[in-house]
C-alpha cells in the first residue's frame, strides 16, 4: 500500500501534463475545445517573418453599390455611408466572387455590431454557396447572444470547433481582425493580439473549389469595412 500514493500522484501528473500540452493560452485564458495547437501567445510580425506577403485585393467600400465583385445570396446586404451593412440576411451571405482566396493568405478587416447581444462573423475559404450554417471556415466574434466566439469548420457547430467563452463583445466596437492562414494552420487576431487558432489535418483548399470570403449575418446590426487580402509565399 506504501506505493500506491506515488504512482497514484504520477498518473495525476502525466495527466495533467498531456492535457496541458493540448492547451492554447490567449489573453491569459485558456481554451481546451477544438482542435488546439498553441501553447502560448503568438505575434502576427513572428508568424509572418521571413515570408513574402503581397497585396492581393482591398476594398474600402466608397462608393454606392457593391460592384461586380460581389454576390449577393439573399437577405438585405447593402453598403451606407462606405460601409458593408446588414441588418437581416439569415445566414444568407455577400460572397467577394471578384477574387480568389490563395490557400496561404492573410485577411484583414474592421467588423462591429450595433446590437447589443454583438453576434457578428464571415467565412473564409468558402465555396460560394448557400448554407445554413457556415461555409469554408467561419470566424464567429461573441455568437450566440455574445457567450462564445468561435473558428468552426464548415458548420457552426462543428464538434471541433475550436471556442473563446471568456470574453464578452462589446456594442459599438469596432474590432479590427486579421486572420492569417498557412497550409492547415489558421491564427486569428484581434485589435493585434491572438484570439483564436485552429489546426485542420486536413485543410480546406482553393484547388477543391473553397477558395470564397463570404460577410455572413443571421439577424444582427452588422458592419464590415476596409478589407485587405495579401498572398503568402
Given at each position: 500500500m506504501r506505493y500506491?500514493?506515488?504512482?497514484?500522484?504520477?498518473?495525476?501528473?502525466?495527466?495533467?501534463?498531456?492535457?496541458?500540452?493540448?492547451?492554447?493560452?490567449?489573453?491569459?485564458?485558456?481554451?481546451?475545445?477544438?482542435?488546439?495547437?498553441?501553447?502560448?501567445?503568438?505575434?502576427?510580425?513572428?508568424?509572418?517573418?521571413?515570408?513574402?506577403?503581397?497585396?492581393?485585393?482591398?476594398?474600402?467600400?466608397?462608393?454606392?453599390?457593391?460592384?461586380?465583385?460581389?454576390?449577393?445570396?439573399?437577405?438585405?446586404?447593402?453598403?451606407?455611408?462606405?460601409?458593408?451593412?446588414?441588418?437581416?440576411?439569415?445566414?444568407?451571405?455577400?460572397?467577394?466572387?471578384?477574387?480568389?482566396?490563395?490557400?496561404?493568405?492573410?485577411?484583414?478587416?474592421?467588423?462591429?455590431?450595433?446590437?447589443?447581444?454583438?453576434?457578428?462573423?464571415?467565412?473564409?475559404?468558402?465555396?460560394?454557396?448557400?448554407?445554413?450554417?457556415?461555409d469554408g471556415y467561419s470566424f464567429i466574434l461573441g455568437g450566440w447572444k455574445n457567450r462564445v466566439s468561435v473558428i468552426a469548420k464548415l458548420h457552426e457547430h462543428e464538434k471541433n470547433r475550436v471556442e473563446d467563452r471568456a470574453t464578452r463583445l462589446e456594442q459599438s466596437k469596432r474590432y479590427q481582425v486579421k486572420i492569417i492562414r498557412i497550409g492547415g494552420k489558421i491564427w486569428w487576431f484581434v485589435d493585434d493580439a491572438i484570439f483564436l487558432a485552429y489546426n485542420d489535418p486536413q485543410p480546406l483548399t482553393a484547388a477543391g473549389g473553397y477558395k470564397y470570403l463570404s460577410f455572413a449575418n443571421w439577424e444582427s446590426m452588422a458592419y464590415f469595412d476596409g478589407l485587405k487580402i495579401s498572398t503568402i509565399e
Open positions: 500506491l500514493a506515488p504512482i497514484f500522484v504520477l498518473i495525476f501528473v502525466v495527466v495533467a501534463c498531456k492535457k496541458d500540452d493540448n492547451a492554447f493560452f490567449t489573453k491569459g485564458k485558456k481554451v481546451e475545445s477544438g482542435l488546439i495547437w498553441e501553447k502560448s501567445p503568438v505575434t502576427a510580425d513572428s508568424i509572418l517573418a521571413g515570408k513574402k506577403v503581397t497585396p492581393l485585393f482591398s476594398d474600402t467600400f466608397d462608393r454606392p453599390d457593391l460592384g461586380p465583385n460581389w454576390q449577393v445570396q439573399g437577405g438585405d446586404w447593402r453598403l451606407e455611408e462606405g460601409v458593408v451593412q446588414s441588418m437581416k440576411a439569415n445566414n444568407l451571405n455577400l460572397v467577394l466572387t471578384g477574387t480568389a482566396l490563395p490557400d496561404n493568405a492573410v485577411i484583414e478587416l474592421t467588423m462591429w455590431s450595433e446590437s447589443d447581444f454583438v453576434d457578428i462573423k464571415f467565412n473564409a475559404w468558402g465555396d460560394g454557396k448557400p448554407h445554413e450554417h457556415g
